[in-house]
């Protein structure tokens, strides 16, 4: 039992040095490129943190955005700008001006160690054992239609925080639309190893975040972690060269787009009236609803995550006019 | 101190590193990786925190808190993107404008 202990301890003290050490590089790191990849790296070790600390719901979630669809994002915004650059007249300045700084390097650091001491402090006096809301949320797993925790949680006990969410997502959507239109990349062929195994994986993709939605209710899993997958099925058909066919841009994809959303509020309104409560379900009705939520939820998730990575509002039929 | 306390103590480093980083780097890409470096400093306080239950399953309502924290920060962050793109198209610069030069 000692080893156990002991290996656990070099396995958590190694596991957060990496995580230091890596985010350290990823942010000091003069060369962009390598900057992302390494946030990439931090995503995936950080995924491992959060199942050391028996966190399997976040370590999904964190792999699936943390690490993927956001070192997507940042790499697609860095192939752009360097385009941009290069068009505008600033070819002639030194590549690694990434690195300039700004400041003398020793006043933040007098400023922020203070900073970093008083909150390494206070997380120290806490209190070493705190159960938290954890009995609440034992308590009300009866009545909450689902057996996982989490799910209970996100959908149920403190369902408006995903309600407000979800507009969140669209919020950040309408305003990468309102900055302008469809970015257009270069429309090269993709190799044939991409275009092949975009295909493969595409459909495997979709049942993962089937399976992934719907084992929710009672294991790790759920719509976050189903809608995550989804939007990388959506970026690695977008990075494929496959575009969303022109009937279907207008209204059905932002019926998509909001249906996550106009649910849950729908929802919301409902159980206002029905049980004087927002977001209250009938116990013996909450499992189907909470169901019926999270689907909307998913679909609404992978839409935006992927049209957030393809960036402006794909053309309208009204715009070939 | 037990293991959580360690990851805590990592997320606040994280976060302090990330605020170093957001203050002496020009380029905004870097400040936008620095904003998410400081972001998972958070998200680590708070599920290393919710760990603090000994044998029992750790806390949930921090954990929902965590993945509905992911998924803002990455649409925050490609909103950020866009910004920083925009920007750079209409200046060729993908950094903020120097006071003290002025």
Known sequence: MEAVILL????????????????????????????????????????????????????????????????????????????????????GQPEKKGLKVRNPQWLPVVVLLPVAAGLGYVVLSLPPDAVGLSAQVAANLETGGVSNPVTAVLLNFRGYDTLLEMVVLLLALLGVWSLGGAALRREDAPGLVLDTLSRLLAPVLILVAGYLLWVGAHAPGGAFQAGSVLGAAGVLLLLAGWRLHAGLAALPLRLALVAGSGIFLAMAVFTLLMEGQLLKYPPAQAGILILVLETAATVSIGVTLAALFLGGRPPNKQDHR | MSAAFLYALVGVGLFSLGLYALIVHAHLLRKILALNVMGNGVFLVLVALARRTGEARPDAVPHAMVITGIVVAVSATAFALTLMLKLSAATGRAELPDDRRE
């Open chain 1, 8 to 91: 656990q301890w070099t396995f958590d003290t190694f596991l957060g040095l990496g995580l230091l050490w890596l985010a350290w590089r990823a942010l000091a790191c003069p060369d962009l490129f390598r900057a992302i990849v390494l946030f990439v790296a931090f995503g995936l070790l950080l995924a491992m943190a959060w199942v050391s600390l028996d966190a399997p719901d976040v370590a999904l979630a964190e792999a699936a955005i943390g690490a993927g669809l956001t070192g997507a994002l940042l790499l697609a915004a860095l192939a752009r700008l360097r385009s941009s650059e290069t068009n505008v007249e600033v070819a």
